[in-house]
């Protein structure tokens, strides 16, 4: 069984680590009319320590993201149905030749 004041209501994760998530040591108790300065009082050297403790050992590197082209942005997206454009430019170029036979007569 934990000791309470050692323990100080922490919760751990499978790694023995502290979860700061569901840990009820960080959640402010509002019942008692706590300030905000006080909180952050009882909680900020701990909470720095823990995220000291869990932070990544090696550095990260980020490899590479993807980054949308800027014609991406101003470009329709594609058509879902590609068989309706080319029926509409069939249509329009039909409708042209019938306007110019009538001009051509």
């Known amino acids: 069984m934990a000791d309470p004041k050692v323990d100080h209501d922490f919760a751990y994760n499978d790694r023995g680590e502290i979860d700061i998530l569901l840990s009820p040591f960080y959640d402010p108790d509002w019942e008692y009319d706590e300030m905000v300065e006080r909180y952050v009082k ?11 403790l869990q932070k990544p050992k090696t550095p990260w590197h980020l490899i590479g993201r993807s980054t949308p082209s800027p014609s991406a ?13 080319t029926i509409g430019v069939a249509t329009v170029l039909v ?9 051509l007569r």
Not at 74 to 79: E, L
């Open 95 to 103: 409708a042209s030749l019938s306007v110019l036979k009538t001009f």
């Open 42 to 52: 009882r909680i900020l050297y701990s909470l720095a320590h823990t995220i000291d």
């Open 73 to 85: 942005a101003t470009s329709p997206p594609p058509s879902t149905y590609p068989w309706i454009k």
